[in-house]
Nanobody
């Protein structure tokens, strides 16, 4: 199954966006750890955040710590990435991925080619 990210757009520096991650019908995100990733032009895909399965423990890369928050809404089968205080360097295509554990997602931070990526969403931070 491929996960689809949406909610991107053009925002001024200091602004906010909320991205959504959904799966195809019948696939429950509740039973998986979910990670957010991004890829800026000319750069490698990088991990942004993860949210665990059982206790929704979250982990963030240093550059977004304190500005981004990941959460789940199991009733809507959706995982969100709330992005605040956006900076031009946050400009990228954002993707989401699922894994059997947080460790599995953190492996994708190192080996992103091991995952079948779905559609990402463009986030552009510019004045």
């Amino acid at each position: 199954v491929q996960l689809q990210a949406s909610g991107g757009g053009l925002v001024q520096p200091g602004g906010s966006l909320r991205l959504s991650c959904v799966a195809s019908s019948g696939f429950s995100l509740e039973h998986y750890a979910i990670g957010w990733f991004r890829q800026a032009p000319g750069k490698e895909r990088e991990g942004v955040s993860t949210i665990s399965i059982i206790d929704d423990h979250t982990y963030y890369t240093n550059s977004v710590q304190g500005r981004f928050t990941t959460s789940r809404d199991n009733a809507k089968n959706t995982v969100y990435l709330h992005m605040n205080s956006l900076k031009p360097q946050d400009t990228a295509v954002y993707y989401c991925a699922h894994g059997g554990s947080t460790d599995a997602l953190l492996r994708l931070w190192v080996f992103p080619n091991e995952y079948d990526w779905g559609q990402g969403t463009q986030v552009t931070v510019s004045s």
